[in-house]
């Protein structure tokens, strides 16, 4: 099967939607990408999908990441997957999969190398640490910037926000597994969507 050099926008979308323009466009980001993702990827992602490149608007990139949630695998590959696919299908998603994971291999292979030989460096020991409280700030920015596309969400704000809180409290205080917490706030906030959006 031949794979065009330009993606078609998905059906519904403008044909001026910005999008990749070839599988080494999606090779190519999605390794930039990962490179950036020091502490979590999830916050480089949002940056670069929606605010950089557009490939992806707030609501979408939303919908997409909660679809990613909920899917077996890691987080960020599944919704890289998603993304690659959105615009070439299984070629791009494997491409999406390839470039988040081949290069990123190499370094975390050097890293651990590293980490092994000056684990017991009281620095080194420091600065991980220290790396600890920006990946815990990245995330909570992201969240910050993600929360906006709530105001255009079918449910009340208020709503939303207390399954956003019942889901922290259960997961951070009260230490619920995530598969007992996702499943019922999950089905919640779709039983609550499907109702407002009911004809």
């Known amino acids: ?57 707030q609501e979408e990139f939303i919908e997409d990441w909660a679809v990613a949630q909920i899917m077996p695998g890691p987080n960020v590959v599944n919704l890289a997957m998603m ?12 491409c999406a999969l390839a470039g988040l994971l081949a290069v990123p291999l190499v370094v975390v292979l050097v890293l651990v190398a590293v980490h092994a030989r000056f684990a017991d460096n009281p620095a080194v020991a420091g600065a991980l640490r220290g790396m600890a409280a920006v990946s815990a700030g990245l995330i909570a920015a992201a969240g910050l910037k993600l929360s906006t596309a ?3 969400n079918a449910m009340p704000l208020a709503w939303c926000a207390g399954i956003a809180a019942t889901g922290f409290v259960l997961l951070a ?11 019922p706030l999950g089905g919640l906030g779709c039983l609550l969507a499907w109702r407002r959006l009911r004809p």
């Open 83 to 94: 993304i690659g696919a959105r615009w070439y299908g299984l070629a791009g998603a494997m």
């Open 150 to 152: 709530l105001t255009k």
């Open 1 to 57: 099967m031949t794979v065009p050099a330009t993606a078609p926008p998905p059906t519904g979308l403008p044909a001026d939607r910005p999008r990749p323009t070839s599988l080494a466009d999606v090779f190519v980001s999605f390794t930039v990408l990962a490179l950036q993702g020091f502490g979590g990827v999830l916050p480089v992602v949002q940056r670069e999908m929606v605010e950089r490149k557009r490939w992806l608007t």
């Open 173 to 183: 205080w009260v230490r619920v597994p995530l598969v007992w917490v996702l499943p």
